[in-house]
Structure formats: C-alpha cells, structure tokens
C-alpha cells in the first residue's frame, strides 16, 4: 500500500509564505517508474473540494486562477514527493490542503494524503 503525508501547514499571518509537502512511501514503486499527475486541493469549510495546482505527467502546470501567481507546484526528482509555495496568502486561503498521485492509464493509481491545514489569520 501507498502512504500519503502532507505536512507544512500552520498559522501565518496575511501576506505571508508557506511550503507544503507532500510525500508518498510504503509501496512506491509504482509512482517511481511510472508518470503521473500531482495534484494540491484544498476545501474549506462548507466548500467544495477545489483544485489549487496541478503538476502533469508531462511536467506542465496547472493553476486556480486565485492562486496564480502567488502558489508554485513543483516535485523532487523521486516523483514520491511534491511541494506547494504558497507566498502572499490572502484569509481565504484558509483551508485544508489534500494533495494527490494520480494516473489515470495503466496501471492506474488514486492516493490522496488526510490533509494539512492552513490558516491565514492576524
């Protein structure tokens, strides 16, 4: 089985930067030799889950539009772990961040972490 950990989150103040992790262990191997997206979501409370950033297979990015400019997703070369910097948080930022593994052709894979929570606050 594949664990997932978020870890990075807190209490910042508005304007202020986080960097969340997002890092896979146990059976990996799947990950490691084979490309997949990864994804930050996050959802606030009485929300729907949304898409915050999202890296491709093919190394492309995808961004909310709230958070362009301001959030960069990136990996390690492992493909077990990825990061989220979040600079210039706004309070509606505030939420619980989940990230994902995903691939969706052969051999599939879908694991999501609990989540971290983030909250922009003075």
């Known amino acids: 089985q594949v664990q997932v950990v978020e870890s990075g989150g807190g209490l910042v103040q508005p304007g202020g930067s986080l960097r969340l992790s997002c890092a896979a262990s146990g059976a990996t191997s799947t990950l490691i030799f084979n490309f997949g997206e990864m994804g930050w979501y996050r959802q606030a409370p009485g929300k729907q889950r949304e898409l915050v950033a999202l890296?491709?297979?093919?190394?492309?990015?995808n961004y909310a539009d709230s958070v362009k400019d301001r959030f960069a997703i990136s990996r390690d070369n492992t493909k077990t772990i990825f990061y989220l910097q979040m600079n210039s948080l706004k309070p509606e930022d505030t939420a619980v961040y989940l990230c994902?593994?995903?691939?969706?052709?052969?051999?599939?894979?879908?694991?999501w972490g609990q989540g971290t929570q983030v909250t922009v606050s003075s």
């Open positions: 890296l491709s297979a093919t190394g492309s990015t």
């Open positions: 994902n593994f995903r691939r969706t052709s052969f051999p599939r894979f879908d694991h």
